[in-house]
Nanobody, 114 residues
Framework: QEQLVESGGGLVQPGGSLRLSCAASGFGFSGYRMAWSRQAPGKEREEVASINPAGRRTEYADSVKGRFTISRDNAQKTLYLQMDSLKLDDTAVYFC???????WGQGTQVTVAL
């Protein structure tokens, strides 16, 4: 059974950084496009970054472009999201997922506050 477990969320001040990790198991991680999405209170879920199976091609939402970096380690079956220059609007629950499998983790809370 596919399983995705996020970690690394927390409380950070504006301008700070966090690195999220996502441990995958139960499926052929290296063969799938992976993504990070987020959902803030009262807002629709938004896909913020994605990466192709080989890790050579990435895409970002305009809202995070230049500040967030998605990466993956296929040998460790782990997905990462490096978040720099965090803003108040980045506060949300962040989910990692394999969109083509329609499988997402339970999420990790990121709070950006003074």
């Amino acid at each position: 059974q596919e399983q995705l477990v996020e970690s690394g969320g927390g409380l950070v001040q504006p301008g700070g950084s966090l690195r999220l990790s996502c441990a995958a198991s139960g499926f052929g991680f290296s063969g799938y496009r992976m993504a990070w999405s987020r959902q803030a209170p009262g807002k629709e879920r938004e896909e913020v970054a994605s990466i192709n199976p080989a890790g050579r091609r990435t895409e970002y939402a305009d809202s995070v472009k230049g500040r967030f970096t998605i990466s993956r380690d296929n040998a460790q079956k782990t997905l990462y999201l490096q978040m720099d220059s965090l803003k108040l609007d980045d506060t949300a629950v962040y989910f990692c997922g394999a969109p083509t499998l329609a499988r997402w983790g339970q999420g990790t809370q990121v709070t950006v506050a003074l």
